[in-house]
């Protein structure tokens, strides 16, 4: 039985991962978001917190017993302090496996045009979120760092992968295929331990995501 700890459960791309680790009995999945009420109706497949991802404190509560945390955070302002609040959780609550939602651009490794739109649309958000990473990476957990292309709803499982220090060119990917890697590290939590994986889906090449 592996325990898992979603941290801010009712995001997309969470609630897709969600339905993914709903279905496997060897897995005991628990839930941390700042509103229960939102995911009331889950309390029957999953331990539910509610706090919030910069209080360490409520953090450790939920991370208690747990094998391996998957942070789906976000929004640009709180997500350093979100990262500080998860290592000091984790690290009290002597849990190691962390997975951890960033996104591309944060090594400025996306070229060409589409690195130029990709900057100019993200702006701070890409500088926070770097900061964040780098806080992860030096952090002496066991993480993975994953890094989507822009994302679509496509019903859909289309992914490659890209180790830090490698170009991104794909311009998009799908949330499902997102999930997907996520619940494959869940099964798999010694893959990929101390990478930062770029994410997309394969001839989607172009100046910007084709949907955009």
């Known amino acids: 039985m592996v325990k898992v700890v979603v941290l801010g459960a009712h995001g997309q791309v969470a609630q897709i991962a969600e339905r993914f680790l ?3 009995k060897d897995v005991e999945t628990s839930l941390f978001l700042r509103n229960a009420k939102r995911m009331e109706d889950k309390k029957n497949q999953a331990t539910i917190f509610e706090g919030s991802a910069t209080d ?13 945390v998957y942070a ?10 979100e ?3 998860v290592i000091e959780a984790m690290k009290n609550a002597c849990v190691k496996r962390l997975i951890w939602i960033s996104t591309l651009g944060i090594y400025d490794e996306v070229p060409g045009k589409f690195g130029e739109w ?11 979120y770097a900061k964040a990473a780098k806080r992860i990476e030096e952090s002496g957990l066991d993480y993975t760092i994953i890094r989507p292309t822009w994302m679509n709803n496509k019903d859909e499982v289309d992914y490659e992968k890209s180790k830090k220090g490698e170009p991104i060119k794909d311009t998009e990917v ?18 990929d331990v101390g990478e930062s994986i770029g994410l997309g889906k394969p001839g989607t090449e172009g100046d910007k995501p084709g949907w955009y």
Do not use: C, W
């Open 22 to 24: 709903f279905a496997n």
């Open 56 to 68: 360490a404190a409520q953090l450790e509560k939920a991370m208690k017993g747990q094998d391996i």
């Open 72 to 81: 789906n955070l976000g929004g640009k302002d709180d997500i350093d302090l």
């Open 83 to 85: 990262a500080e609040a």
């Open 118 to 128: 990709n900057k100019e649309t993200l702006g701070d958000y890409i500088t926070e």
């Open 174 to 191: 799908s949330r499902k295929s997102v999930a997907a890697y996520v619940y494959h590290l869940i099964k798999n939590p010694k893959e």
